[in-house]
């Protein structure tokens, strides 16, 4: 928002911050739950998306449990569904869920975080090979009642053109350097 471009420092009418369209996550640290992992984590890094990070499908995704017309063009909406028992909504990057996780699309991942009773995450979708091979995903509202300690958002998307993408970082890592924001390109993630 243009206040909190402001409370950070930047300058709301700077052309690059405000021409430049970033979802901000919120993030629970723990284990990296990528191809890179060893064994299969207990307890899993999750990061939960702003809400406005639904309002369009983005990524591909390999399956879900989409049931609607709606769920299938955008199956990141299937993160605010409901369940009986009280699972909890997750999304992961398939490679992960099949080598890492050994689950698929409809299986719960169960484990115990911050000392708190069992959780259970099922798994809704899967993405197919993504950049958010490293964590699992939760909805917004999810992540705030579990993880209350867990405050604000630390982890952003920014979404730009490949050709901006060295000057955005710069001007980024630059600006918010006291904050300690270090962006790494989708192309590092990869590697």
Not at 89 to 105: C, E, F, N, R, W
Not at 152 to 179: C, K, Q
Request: net charge negative; charged share 25%.
């Amino acid at each position: 928002t243009r206040e909190g471009r402001d409370g950070l420092g930047l300058d709301p009418s700077d052309p690059v911050a405000s021409s430049t369209r970033i979802t901000r996550f919120r993030l629970r640290p723990g284990d990296e739950t990528s191809c890179l992992t060893l064994y299969r984590p207990t307890n899993p890094r999750i990061i939960a998306p702003e809400s406005t990070f639904f309002t369009e499908p983005r990524f591909s995704f390999a399956s879900s449990v989409a049931s609607t017309p709606e769920e299938s063009a955008n199956p990141w909406l299937l993160l605010n569904r409901t369940f009986d028992d009280g699972a909890i909504p997750a999304i992961a990057d398939q490679t992960t869920l099949m080598y890492v996780l050994h689950l698929g699309v409809g299986d719960d991942f169960t484990f115990t975080p911050e000392g708190r009773g069992e959780v259970r995450l099922r798994i809704v979708g899967a993405l197919g090979d993504s950049v958010l091979q490293s964590e699992l995903v939760i909805g917004e509202q999810a992540f705030v009642r579990l993880f209350p300690r867990h405050e604000g958002y630390r982890v952003w998307m920014i979404d730009t053109p490949a050709n901006n993408a060295a000057e955005v970082t710069t001007h980024f890592e630059d600006r918010l350097s006291d904050y300690g924001l270090d962006v790494s390109s989708t192309q590092e993630r990869w590697a």
